[in-house]
């Protein structure tokens, strides 16, 4: 070949072969989102059955993605569930990990990998924003007005817009990074969560100036901020309260100012919306729009914040290169503290599906959660009914972005990226179940380890689950689990205890 000819030749070879590694790395660094609801049942979303509330953007992700229908959060309430996502952890391990009050420190431990670390080490750029819920800032009072950590930051995401605890719970203001967004360093924020402190009117105290009310009983009737009783007192921090109707746009926004800055390289977003938790205050254009009050409403809300990002994934070219993730903390709850319509205009409505329970209970209806993932043009679309569960999502990753884990990394979480791509309908073979007592999940069959405890919650009207008896299921022949078999079955019952007992003793599962 003459010579320059073969250089040229050459040279295009090594352009091809070049570029042919490059796309295969990128084609292994897709961006990821996931996008966590709160509270949000089953049953709430029209994919999944819902009829007197629609969700349109929610459905196309799962037309066009994998609709898990056996899909799990590990926990039926919020804090453990996000410690279980975050680190590849069962919370039932690790002490302190149940709902946290808004002034709790931090509960992840800063040398544990947690799945931002898994992206971060992959080179991606990492962010939190929503609600954050797992505490902040080392022993003691967290500073609201200094810097606030560790937090997001140190434990995997290197960028954080959230709110600390939930939506009921002061101080009702944003925290960016480190900082409580606009304080006013002459109006200074002060919490406490056992007594009330300075003389702004609480739910409790001036009833007249709510603009929800709280359920008797249940709380929600301290400091009052923007019309709504909270659980906790604050005083200060005027400038700095958020306005609950505008939480799911400024969310939506910040994840949008995100996912333009960092789209030219891989990024992990994980964004958790405070919709539908209570207290369900829609934005003003949502109120009024569902037939099923706040709580239809702030559904059409969810399913426009899913809208909105997958539009700003169209609009950059990104969404060929996007996984998206969508899925919820725990099980509905209709009437969680506030009198808003949930349970007045439910009529007909099944928040957990086909299941019993809901939030807070053993029963499926407390973990079997929506659960979606989409990539287009890579996922094949479809229905899967393989058992997967958001512990799993840190070894998946870690797998398929080929960041080796150590043996006392993630010890719950297992790598079934094949299954969450739908390349395999095998799933987790086994799993536990969290929410006041343990359950094991294995095959068709379900354990629940006997528990004493009210079988019905009376103030949110959810059964429990709990007995003082062992319980046995067969998911497969009673997804409803009205047939307790496990006086029929003594030696299924007998093995699942003890290999519980042995996940519990080892420390892992994975
Ligand atoms: C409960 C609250 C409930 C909600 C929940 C946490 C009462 C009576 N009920 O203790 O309103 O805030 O905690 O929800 O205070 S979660 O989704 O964050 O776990
Ligand atoms: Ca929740």
Redesign the pocket.
């Known amino acids: 070949m003459h010579y320059v000819k073969k250089l040229l030749f050459t040279a295009v070879l090594t352009g091809v072969a070049h570029a042919a590694v490059i796309g295969q790395q990128k084609g292994q660094q897709p961006n990821v989102i996931i996008i966590y609801a709160?509270?949000l049942g089953y049953g709430d979303i029209s994919c999944n059955g819902a009829t007197r509330v629609k969700t349109p953007h929610i459905d196309r992700l799962a037309s066009e993605g994998i609709r898990f229908t056996n899909g799990h959060a590990t926990a039926a309430?919020?804090?453990p569930s996000r410690y279980s996502i975050l680190t590849g952890e069962y919370a039932w391990r690790k002490k302190g990990t149940n709902?946290l009050p808004g002034n709790a420190s931090l509960i992840v431990p800063t040398d544990r990998t947690t799945l931002g670390n898994v992206f971060q080490r992959a080179g991606y750029s990492t962010a939190c924003i929503g609600k954050w819920?797992l505490g902040i800032g080392a022993q003691g009072e967290p500073d609201w007005n200094g810097e606030l950590k560790p937090g997001p930051l140190e434990t995997g995401f290197d960028y954080a817009f959230f709110f600390p605890a939930?939506a009921?719970r002061v101080p009702t203001v944003y925290v960016e990074n480190h900082r409580v967004v606009a304080l006013d360093p002459k109006d200074t924020i002060q919490v406490n969560y056992h007594q009330k402190i300075g003389n702004e009117p609480t739910g409790k105290e001036n009833p007249e100036l709510l603009k929800m009310h709280s359920t008797p009983g249940?709380?929600?009737n301290q400091t009052i901020v923007n019309g709504i009783g909270r659980?906790g007192w604050m005083t200060g921090g005027q400038r700095a309260r958020w306005t609950d109707e505008s939480l799911a746009g400024d969310f939506v926004n910040q994840a949008q100012l995100f996912i333009e800055e960092h789209h030219r390289k891989p990024f992990f977003l994980y964004l958790s919306l405070s919709d539908i938790?209570?207290p369900r205050m829609p934005g003003t254009r949502f109120k009024g729009k569902s037939e099923m009050g706040y709580r239809g409403d702030v559904i059409m809300q969810l399913d426009w914040s899913v809208g909105e990002i997958m539009k700003t994934l169209n609009y950059l070219g990104i969404a060929k290169s996007t996984i998206v993730i969508f899925s919820s903390?725990?099980g509905p709850v209709l009437d969680?503290?506030y009198i808003d319509g949930a349970v007045a205009q439910q009529s007909g409505h099944q928040p957990a599906g086909a299941m019993r329970g809901g939030k807070y209970s053993i029963l499926e209806g407390g973990t079997r959660v929506p659960f979606i993932l989409s990539w287009p043009g890579t996922v094949k679309p479809g229905v899967s009914g393989a058992l997967v569960n958001q512990v799993d999502l840190l070894a998946s990753f870690a797998a398929m972005l080929r960041q080796p884990l150590k043996e006392n990394e993630a010890p719950d979480s297992w790598n079934i990226l094949g299954t969450l791509l739908g390349k395999s309908q095998a799933g987790r073979s086994s799993m536990v179940e969290q929410a006041g007592t343990l359950a094991l999940v294995k095959g068709d069959w379900k354990y629940i380890v006997p528990q004493r405890g009210p079988k019905l919650l009376k103030?949110v009207n959810i059964e429990s689950g709990l007995d003082t008896i062992p319980q046995l299921y067969n998911l497969k022949a009673d997804l409803g689990e009205k047939n307790n078999v496990a006086a029929a079955h003594p030696e299924m019952v007998k093995e699942m205890a003890t290999m519980l007992e042995t996940i519990k003793t080892s420390g892992r599962s994975r």
């Open positions: 709160d509270d309430t919020c804090t709902i819920h939930t009921d249940q709380g929600h659980i938790h209570v903390d725990n969680d503290g103030d």
